[in-house]
């Protein structure tokens, strides 16, 4: 059994890899996993639940991993869109804890294919490859609770220059995330960077700390860019009262804030919407994903 973690956001990616899994698992594929962003599956996430895990061709897609320049370091991220066309919109995918694995690679080809310029950072880059870690409580401990928050904006901003650089309309940008990076998407929906959000079961409440001094909730009254809030009734995680407690916040803001939404899936736990693993639900998984898409036309990102 899996050691009792402190995190939220970690209990929640406890249970959704529980079923028919261990650490010992992991430990054995690691040769899974190669060096560059979005090739393998993180090595805590195995095995794949391989009869559920959705495979995107990259066939009329330029996919594939990149580097881009933040305050002298060169962030490693994965980028798919259309092959030979400019203009893009853009997308931000933020990862889940376990860094930009095939998963997140996966979901970028998905909206390229939807005709986006998808990009996934890899926002641990300075403090580690989180793919390569089989223990989860190590993971956090080690990497994800180091990650300040104002390094994952400055390198957010850094991967929509990118985007302008390399066919991307930075100007039409929508951001979308999972787990810790559903956190983010409701941080960065403040920054007036981009024009939308879609928040995959991000954690609303925390206490502050000196790298995380705010939390959505923190922050809610003042988005400059309304957001999609995507939750799961069952997930154990984020209980439904702290999303309670977000719309309150939210009704209090901006034009962006009260125009923000929530669907809550009732039969849905944690991380419905990743195909690789025992949580996944694919009736949730693929509204949400047809509301995502459909939230950013309505905002004009598309």
């Known amino acids: 059994m899996f050691p009792g973690p402190h995190d939220p956001d970690l209990q929640a990616d406890f249970d959704s890899l529980r079923p028919g899994r261990s650490t010992e698992a992991g430990a054995s594929r690691r040769t899974a996993l190669l060096a560059a962003v979005g090739v393998g599956y993180a090595a805590a996430t195995l095995p ?23 305050n002298g370091f060169d962030v490693p991220a994965y980028v798919a869109a259309p092959a030979g066309k400019t203009g893009l919109p853009v997308v931000l995918v933020v990862q889940e804890i376990f860094g930009v694995h095939e998963y ?28 390569s870690y089989t223990d989860i409580p190590k993971l956090q401990a080690e990497i994800v609770s180091k990650v300040p928050d104002a390094q994952v904006m400055a ?25 810790w ?14 024009k939308a959000g879609v928040a995959w079961y ?38 439904l009262d702290t999303v309670d407690k977000m719309k309150a916040a939210l009704a209090t803001g901006t034009a962006a804030a009260k125009a923000s939404q929530f ?28 509301r995502a898409l459909a939230w950013f036309k309505a905002n004009g990102v598309d």
């Open 104 to 131: 997140i690679a996966d979901t970028c080809r998905r909206f390229a294919k939807a005709g986006y310029l998808a990009i996934a950072p890899d926002l641990y880059a300075r403090q580690g490859d989180a793919r």
């Open 181 to 194: 990076g559903g956190r983010i998407v409701w941080l960065y929906a403040a920054t007036g960077k981009v």
């Open 155 to 179: 390198d957010l901003d850094g991967a929509l220059q990118y985007a302008r650089a390399n066919g991307g309309h930075a100007d039409e940008a929508a951001i979308t995330g999972f787990c």
């Open 263 to 290: 669907v809550v899936y009732p039969d849905a736990g944690h991380a419905f919407h990743a195909d690789y693993r025992p949580s996944y639900m694919a009736g949730p998984a693929t509204d949400g994903w047809s």
């Open 48 to 70: 794949v639940v391989a009869q559920t895990a959705i495979q995107t061709s990259s066939d009329g897609l330029k996919a594939g991993p990149v580097r881009y320049r933040v």
């Open 202 to 239: 991000g954690r609303l409440v925390g206490q502050p700390s000196e790298l995380t001094p705010r939390h959505p909730v923190d922050i809610a009254a003042e988005l400059k860019a309304p957001v999609l809030g995507l939750y799961g009734g069952k997930d154990q995680g984020i209980p």
